[in-house]
């Protein structure tokens, strides 16, 4: 058995996150750029009807999802703990696969959002280059994570705040507007309500297809939730913090995007051309910024890039934290070169934040090259990659509950219990497939296939089946039998040896 996260001699995270740390680190990472830009594109492609209904169903997954991870990381809080899991659980191969495939996944996410960010700058100072912003964004977010934990966890916590807030006041707006109750004098043609949400051939607009187009976007939209499993290690008391994260941060999320979806059905035909517009330097045709603007708040254009510039640098920001750990743990478990593993006196993976910020550097590509191409070729490459590390949170659950009945123990010990075991696992396992393998089926329908493009999406499937088999030819691994899979040790009646 691969050495794991676990051992009492070695040198230890420091456990600073509070709850509400926790519950906001989710929120942060998840609600973004997806909600305050893409949402506008999944209306206007499928429809007000068939957005809600993808919301509903992806949610009902991150749900399941959630509930997984809240059940392992109660049980067994480690840093980078789909690592660990997918070593201890499944096969040390598969765990080698999943730590690398999410530091990738994160450490090119912070690239995509510090390319965005000077994107957006460029809204305000369009004469000031876009890598000297990357530069600038990168070292701050560098700062927040170099000092300790909790200039992570405080830096996430106020970004989020604010992003609640404003969807809250964007709620509020929209609901005023339905009931006739606030909208611009001058748009006296403008009748928001379920007129809207049937024009033409809405609720459902574009059959199936459209439809799971949308429900790629929303896929997309809800990754983040799983940093909760990451920062489990360093989470004070996590047996009653992580079971009280997992319970408010999926439903609060879900609250929030249903609803802003529901109000943009409400307010904006789905034919309204400026909900075509999604990319970054159109700030100005964000639905939330059309929705305050027939409100009669003209600073909405503002007001809004400021919020998606915070939102920006918040999933950056979580970006980093979650890579560096994992980059940590799997240093620690012998999977990545040991200097990775050292800690400063204040118990912060610097040099594994070093190497992180090196590979987030890539931003500076978009500075030197054509912008919009290069954003998109890797927010392509790093989608899959997230996908992936939902996969392996279903499987590891269902092999950790598996292997705990199979040795004996009794589920009333769990500090965390996932309910619908083992239908939600296997369900969410299944949805996650569809998504993945359907995220680009158009590139292969239309008359010439556009293997660029395909590349560019499915390029995170065949690397990590690359590291998965590559590992386990070196070093001879197998699947673990469920009664060697070590469990003792965590076990609340036999005494927990912490993280």
């Known amino acids: 058995m691969e050495h794991l996260e676990h051992d009492a001699d070695a040198p230890r995270l420091r456990r600073s ?14 609600i973004g750029t997806g ?39 109660a049980y067994m809080p480690v840093s980078g703990s789909f690592q660990v899991y997918g070593s ?48 600038a964004f990168l070292l701050l977010i560098l700062a927040l994570n170099y000092f300790s934990v909790k200039g992570f966890g405080e830096a996430e916590y106020w970004c989020s705040i604010l992003k609640v807030i404003t969807i809250i006041a964007f709620i509020v707006t929209g609901v005023l507007m339905i009931f006739g109750i606030m909208s611009e004098p001058a748009a006296h043609d403008f009748h928001p309500g379920l007129g809207v949400f049937h024009t033409g051939e809405a609720p459902f607009v574009g059959g199936l297809p459209a439809f799971i187009g949308v429900a790629m976007i929303v896929g997309f939209s809800f990754q983040g939730t799983e940093l909760i499993g990451v920062a489990a290690g360093e989470s004070s008391n996590p047996g009653e913090t992580i079971p009280r994260a997992v319970r408010q941060i999926f439903w609060r999320i ?36 059309l929705v305050f603007k027939r409100a009669g708040l003209a600073f909405a254009a503002s007001l809004m890039n ?5 939102a920006i640098l918040s999933a950056g920001n979580s970006g980093m934290y979650a890579s560096t750990r994992m ?11 040991s200097v990775f593993a050292r800690l400063s006196a204040n118990g912060v993976p610097r040099n594994a934040l070093y190497a992180t910020t090196v590979i987030a550097g890539l931003c500076f590509l978009t500075s ?41 123990y009794t589920l009333d010990d769990l500090h965390y219990r996932a309910r619908w075991f083992p239908l939600g696992p296997l369900l969410a396992f299944a949805l996650c497939m569809v998504i993945m393998l359907g995220q680009n089926y158009a590139a292969f329908t239309s008359a010439k296939v556009d293997w660029n493009a395909v590349v560019a999406t499915y390029i995170g499937i065949p690397l990590f089946l690359l590291l998965w ?21 965590y076990h609340p009646r036999l005494g927990r040896r912490d993280a």
């Open 35 to 73: 909600l305050f830009l893409a949402s506008g594109a999944t209306v206007a492609t499928a429809g007000p009807g068939s957005a809600l209904l993808a919301y509903g169903l992806v949610g009902l997954m991150v749900y399941f999802l959630m509930t997984s991870l809240g059940e392992m990381a």
């Open 306 to 310: 400021a919020v998606i510039l915070s």
């Open 17 to 30: 996150l509070k709850a509400r740390h926790l519950s906001m680190i989710a929120i942060g990472g998840s």
């Open 368 to 408: 030197l090259a054509n912008n919009n191409a290069v954003y998109l070729w890797l927010l392509n490459s790093s989608g899959m990659t997230g996908f992936i590390a939902w996969l392996g949170i279903a499987i590891c659950h269902y092999r950790f509950r598996r292997a705990y009945l199979h040795q004996g």
């Open 327 to 337: 980059l940590y743990t799997l240093a620690r478990n012998g999977m990545a070169p």
């Open 469 to 489: 088999l590559g590992y386990k030819y070196r070093h001879g691994t197998r699947l673990v039998p469920l009664h060697a899979i070590e469990l003792a040790d």
């Open 254 to 289: 879900l609250m929030f995007y249903a609803l802003s979806i529901l109000v943009i059905g409400l307010i904006l035909p789905y034919n309204d051309p400026s909900l075509l517009k999604n990319g970054m330097e159109d700030v100005g045709a964000s639905p939330f910024t």
């Open 88 to 135: 201890r659980f499944v096969d040390p191969a598969f765990g080698f696969a999943l730590g690398w495939n999410y530091w990738y996944n994160w450490a090119i996410t912070i690239a995509v959002e510090l390319a965005a960010a000077a994107i957006v700058m460029h809204y305000w100072y369009p004469a000031v280059p876009g890598v000297v912003w990357s530069a």
